[in-house]
């Protein structure tokens, strides 16, 4: 059984790929923490808000380079998938902090609201913009990446790229209290920021959740999968236990198939196993096939098998 798996690919593509996944990463943190200084010395919400976002970028840099290492590892006894687990965990653990940040912002902000307090424009514009740059030159780090760049790299520097917002939102609070000193544009634009923030928070949180629930992938249909399956291949009468999960975002499936008795068992299951990786992208299967007619009532889950199948009862 080959199992062809796309996560090695020129090993110099991965190590370029990680190189710049982490200086990227330094960048937005070291960023994160002035952001945070800056934040609480000049007494901008804004700021702060955007440190929040900021945080998000570097988590998100971090779990990639948490994947791109893991990738390498080979699988020990007691985790078989080896850490591909970890990236989805250490994003669910992110999700739920920048949930709690963006309320914590928020209720601020409602309570600068009626009770504006004073801010630095001079020293929050100079920080906003130095954010802004933090975020280009990390963008630019990923974004010249070769062309086989994985999807980790692809999705941190969407991320950064969405923070640049953030950073806009603070430069346009900084120069409106400038000009004007009208200081609640601080608080209603730290708004704006989170709720930026709460998006890619949210949508962090449906995937990681749906992975560790053991989901199928989003956009498979099983029904369709099993009706298609005994379409494609004339042998197979019918498909059932079917589970597909996702194990660092590589869909893995078992399934049971009852089969006219084929005259090349082997053939007939590279043919299965040829289906799902063509059609559905499928490259880790395991296939239990029959011979027998598998009773409805008996193919439920919860049921045990037929005591006719345990001939060893002392």
């Not at 194990?247 to 040829?274: A, F, N, S, Y």
């Not at 011979?291 to 193919?299: D, G, K, R, S, V």
Request: proline letters at 4%; one cysteine or more.
């Amino acid at each position: 059984m080959a199992h062809t798996h796309s996560h090695h690919h020129s090993h110099n593509g991965s190590d370029d790929n990680e190189k710049r996944l982490f200086y990227a990463f330094v960048i937005t943190a070291l960023f994160m923490v002035a952001e945070v200084i800056g934040g609480l010395l000049s007494g901008s919400l804004a700021l702060l808000a955007d440190a929040g976002h900021m945080l998000t970028d570097a988590v998100a840099l971090f779990i990639a380079l948490i994947a791109v290492r893991i990738a390498r590892r080979s699988p020990v006894r007691s985790h078989t998938f080896g850490w591909l687990r970890l990236p989805t965990l250490a994003a669910f653990v992110n999700a739920i902090a920048l949930v709690v940040i963006t309320v914590l912002i928020v209720w601020e902000a409602v309570v600068r609201f009626w009770h504006p307090r004073p801010v630095g424009g001079t020293m929050m514009l100079t920080i906003a913009i130095l954010g802004l740059l933090a975020n280009l030159a990390a963008f630019w780090m990923l974004h010249r990446g070769n062309s086989e760049s994985n999807l980790n790299v692809r999705a941190a520097a969407l991320h950064v790229l969405g923070d640049l917002l953030g950073s806009v939102g603070a430069i346009v609070a900084a120069i409106v209290i400038m000009w004007t000193g009208w200081t609640p544009v601080d608080p209603i634009l730290s708004v704006l920021v989170s709720c930026l923030v709460l998006r890619s928070a949210w949508k962090l949180l449906k995937e990681s959740v749906n992975e560790l629930m053991e989901g199928a992938p989003r956009d498979l249909d099983i029904a369709k999968m099993q009706k298609a399956l005994t379409r494609a291949l004339p042998e197979v009468r019918q498909v059932h236990h079917v589970h597909v999960w996702l194990v660092g975002e590589q869909p893995l499936i078992t399934l049971h198939v009852q089969v006219i008795p084929p005259r090349d068992h082997d053939e007939l299951l590279e043919r299965i196993h040829t289906f799902l990786r063509e059609n559905y992208h499928i490259a880790h299967a395991t296939v239990q096939m029959e011979y027998q007619p598998c009773e409805t009532a008996l193919c439920d889950l919860n049921q045990t098998q037929p005591a006719g199948a345990h001939h060893h009862h002392h």
